[in-house]
């Protein structure tokens, strides 16, 4: 058996894999977030260890056997979350997420310390980047700052509960905005003009590299074995390709999770940063790839079902498309926790522009699906004007159990998408592939398959005519708010 923990924004999952890939068991153990001031997010990384324990002690409570068969783990977690440990090694305080905008100066700052930055880092400066957060510590919090013994990445966090080990790995440490891309080491440039040390941070591995073992505290609690390995793991982003295949050269996949991407993974390293891509490292050796990243994606959804009061998600989206017989004329930015591409804006938010009284539960549901659509079809915008293409993406993640959803995204974006048998297991299965490859030595290739196609959704190009006209004033209805969602 191989173990795969996902450490995500809204819940830590577990899952089970046998040697023949096939999903054993799975638990998910919900998160909360914290939102102290605006354009603040933050969790602290002891929740994430208590829910990482409730989720292996529910594993072992309903499949013991399984979870004492585990030979290697695997782990995936939210990317740039910066999680500071001070000299005995406890968090000095929450970490920052990869959704907070507070640091957009920073950025700024970095940008004009370091021109050749984006270059290296496969990304301009963002605020959701892990560097820009410690320069803001350093500014603001310098008191904490000061006693900063080590800095670690949310999935690293827990590598660290489990083994004792500081590592981590190429495609979440491409995250950071501290990693050299191509040559796939820390960039002491960028580490010094944010104020660091070496020092401070984990060594690099690659994904599928052992890194430590169980510790036997935690061997014994689960009944599992002292000898059961960690591997480096991934970026949620890049295991989410490693469960779905895609590390070939083109493959791609669109993620529907809390956040959204469009994948593609890439055979070099191809930094586009004017487009505002993210070129990263893949978690196996030798793989990079290129995304369109979206901050907002599913998670659309549940907050409008949470306004709206809809207990039931899956009924709300049956009467949404029972009720669906044009593109809404109430079009919805879907910029709750501002966006990356393609407008490097943290200070975006949500808007309903056209509501009437009119306007219907179903209406506005309807817009919010659509709104994730129109931010995907400018995303995939932005990969195309770069050369960049995917000739069938899978559709991942919580979103991709919605067929209405996943059709209503290829109207819009006018191209196949395939459904993929397990679509909504996402980045804790890849995690399990990868503690596979640290565990055998096997092949990518042949672990890394692809899942089985349950079906190719065919975009209805009437439709897909029918929405340009939406998609262009979405467009016009950012670029006029722009300058208003400044803060004063």
């Not at 450490?7 to 998160?31: F, I, Q």
């Not at 981590?168 to 440039?189: C, K, P, Q, V, Y």
């Not at 593109?327 to 975006?348: C, I, K, Q």
């Not at 030595?441 to 959704?457: A, M, S």
Request: charged share 20%.
């Amino acid at each position: 058996m191989f173990l795969g923990i996902d450490v995500g924004t809204s819940a830590v999952k577990a899952l089970l894999m046998d040697e023949h890939s096939l999903t054993v068991a799975e638990t998910d153990v919900p998160l909360t977030l914290s939102n102290p001031k605006p354009f603040w997010s933050e969790q602290h990384p002891d929740d994430w260890w208590a829910a990482t324990c409730t989720a292996l002690d529910q594993l072992k409570s309903s499949n013991p056997a399984a979870l004492a068969a585990v030979r290697a783990i695997g782990l995936s977690g939210q990317m740039h979350g910066a999680v500071i440990l001070d000299a005995d090694d406890k968090p000095l305080r929450p970490a920052i997420l990869w959704n907070d905008g507070r640091a957009k100066a920073e950025c700024d700052e970095l940008q004009a310390a370091l021109p050749d930055l984006p270059s290296r880092a496969g990304v301009v400066a963002m605020p959701g980047m892990t560097a820009p957060k410690l320069m803001w510590l350093r500014k603001h919090e310098p008191e904490i700052f000061a006693r900063i013994k080590t800095v670690l990445l949310p999935k690293d966090y827990i590598r660290f509960c489990l083994t004792g080990e500081k590592v981590t790995e190429m495609s979440d440490a491409a995250g950071t905005l501290w990693l050299d891309e191509e040559s796939r080491s820390w960039n002491f440039d960028a580490i010094a003009a944010t104020g660091m040390d070496i020092a401070q941070l984990p060594r690099l591995a690659e994904g599928s590299d052992p890194t430590g073992h169980l510790r036997g505290e935690l061997a014994v609690r689960w009944d599992m074995k002292p000898t059961v390995i960690v591997a480096g793991g991934g970026g949620d982003a890049a295991t989410g390709g490693i469960g779905v295949g895609a590390v070939s050269h083109g493959d791609g996949f669109i993620s529907l999770g809390t956040s959204s991407q469009i994948f593609v993974a890439s055979d070099r390293y191809r930094p586009k940063p004017l487009e505002l891509l993210h070129s990263f490292a893949h978690a196996v050796p030798q793989h990079w790839f290129q995304m369109a990243v979206l901050l907002n994606g599913a998670s659309c959804l549940l907050w409008a079902a949470n306004l709206l009061g809809e207990k039931d998600i899956g009924a709300l989206l049956q009467r949404t498309e029972a009720a669906h017989k044009a593109p809404s004329d109430v079009v919805f930015l879907p910029y709750l926790n501002g966006e990356r591409t393609p407008h490097n804006d943290p200070y975006a938010r949500g808007v309903f522009f056209g509501l009437g009284s009119d306007t219907s539960r179903e209406t506005m549901v309807q817009s919010v699906l659509e709104g994730v659509g129109f931010a995907l079809l400018d995303g995939q915008s932005r990969l195309h004007a770069a050369g960049t293409h995917c000739e069938l993406p899978g559709v991942i993640g919580g979103g991709a159990r919605s067929r209405y959803w996943i059709q209503l995204i290829s109207d819009i974006m006018g191209c196949p998408l395939a459904r993929y048998e397990g679509a909504a297991k996402g980045p804790a299965f890849g995690a399990a592939r990868l503690g596979r490859l640290a565990l055998d030595h096997e092949t990518v290739e042949d672990v890394c398959q692809k899942p089985v196609i349950q079906e190719v959704i065919e975009p209805d190009m009437r439709k897909h005519a029918d929405y340009q006209p939406r998609f262009a004033k979405f467009r016009r209805i950012y670029a006029a708010l722009r300058d208003e969602f400044q803060p004063v």
